[in-house]
């Protein structure tokens, strides 16, 4: 679609839609919603480890699990966006994640945890790609940079403020498991009614449903794949960072540090998003490629404050390496991602972001999932010591590329 189909779409039928601003900010909602839905558990597992008595490992994998859903999301649907339409598949994201969302409020097992984990990994995953690929086409006029400034922003915060609300709640409020869930019901439900408004940017859909490819397709073409390696490898470690603490945070406040207030985990987690979102509006004026190259730079520093908070047991400690690591995924999400978008076809974005997404949700869940295990077999210290080599490794596979095919060139 070029910039001058904007303005009037060519399908058949007559409705009402947002305008162009309008439509902007409901896609900026929708996703941080949906990225909401994978920190609102955050604050609840120590809750869920106590009543449903589950060990560290299983703690660790109905965390990760939502990565299956993901991968599912983004392997079959990736494409599915440029085919039918922008708001056909974000109304899809959205009712997966109304379905997670009810699993979730009445769980009553370990069983429903992993289906409810799944489900908004799907939801996610369908939701992140189209939403972003939405966002460049309705902002592609004004700059390549401000449509995964706003993404990323909107990612981040909707994860720092599903985290702090279910923590308030639980901590404050009755029904700690249940009452989350139904304020973030409420929430999605009406960014879905707003979505069903939203303008579509894909003018010309297939007419039916045979004219769809449902054929696996998340692919990079050759002549990108250099320069796709640091943004996607990059993403992975900025993920990774924000995994450790979705996941394993309120386990190290309780274990390590003695916190057992669920408001205190939320606020790590809302600290960590505010300096992510923080991170990517302040230095928007900055290139992809530079905005990725201090991320990594910053990569190794943060992962070494980390362990030094659990090695010295300090509450101190742990709130500056948070600002640290939000720093760096912030600068390497935004960066990477915007390099995703740059280097894309346009008749093949929301696949190239596809691509781009698994490397980052794969970051988001295994790196959590190695932790678990050797935190059960050997103790946190060396899955820690285990996780920070694992950072780095990445991060210097990336700073090779980044520096050796990336361009140079801004974004503006």
């Known amino acids: 679609m070029t910039s001058g189909d904007y303005s009037r779409s060519k399908r058949s039928d007559v409705r009402i839609e947002f305008g162009r601003t309008a439509t902007i900010a409901v896609v900026a909602a929708m996703i941080g919603v949906l990225f909401a839905g994978s920190t609102v558990v955050t604050p609840l597992y120590v809750i869920y480890k106590q009543q449903f008595g589950f060990s560290q490992i299983s703690l660790t994998l109905i965390y990760a699990v939502y990565v299956a859903g993901n991968l599912a999301a983004l392997l079959w649907f990736g494409r599915l966006s440029d085919q039918i339409g922008r708001r056909q598949v974000a109304l899809v994201a959205m009712g997966l994640a109304i379905v997670s969302a009810i699993v979730f409020l009445f769980a009553r097992g370990v069983a429903s945890l992993y289906v409810g984990r799944i489900l908004s990994g799907l939801a996610i995953g369908i939701g992140a790609g189209t939403g972003t690929a939405w966002l460049a086409e309705l902002i592609a006029e004004e700059s390549k940079s401000r449509a995964t400034v706003i993404a990323t922003s909107a990612n981040f915060t909707g994860l720092g403020i599903g985290a702090l609300t279910a923590g308030l709640l639980a901590e404050y409020v009755s029904w700690p498991l249940q009452l989350p869930y139904i304020v973030y019901l409420l929430a999605l439900l009406l960014v879905a009614m707003l ?17 769809v490819s449902m054929r696996s397709r998340v692919s990079v073409p050759s002549e990108i794949r250099a320069k796709f390696v640091a943004p996607a490898v990059t993403g992975f470690g900025a993920m990774a960072l924000v995994g450790f603490y979705a996941a394993l945070a309120p386990t190290l406040l309780a274990d390590q540090l003695r916190v057992t207030n669920h408001a205190i985990a939320g606020a790590i987690f809302l600290e960590l998003a505010v300096f992510v979102a923080g991170a990517i509006v302040a230095t928007q004026s900055l290139s992809s490629r530079t905005a990725m190259l201090l991320a990594l730079a910053l990569m190794i520093p943060s992962v070494a404050l980390l362990l030094t908070a659990q090695l010295m047991r300090s509450m101190l400690v742990l709130v500056i390496a ?3 690591c939000a720093v760096a995924a912030g600068l390497g999400y935004r960066g990477s991602l915007q390099l995703a978008n740059q280097i894309a076809p346009q008749d093949r974005r929301a696949e190239i972001v596809s691509s781009y997404f698994i490397c980052g949700f794969a970051g988001n869940a ?14 946190p210290i060396p899955a820690s010591l285990v996780f920070a080599a694992t950072i780095a490794a990445f991060t210097l596979v990336a700073l090779y590329f980044g520096t050796r095919y990336v361009s140079g060139k801004p974004d503006f």
């Open 366 to 379: 295994l790196p959590v999932i190695g932790i678990g295990i050797i935190s059960t077999l050997a103790g």
């Open 322 to 324: 948070t600002a640290v």
């Open 195 to 211: 979505v069903w408004f939203a303008h579509e940017t894909v003018s010309q859909p297939p007419y039916s449903l045979q004219d």
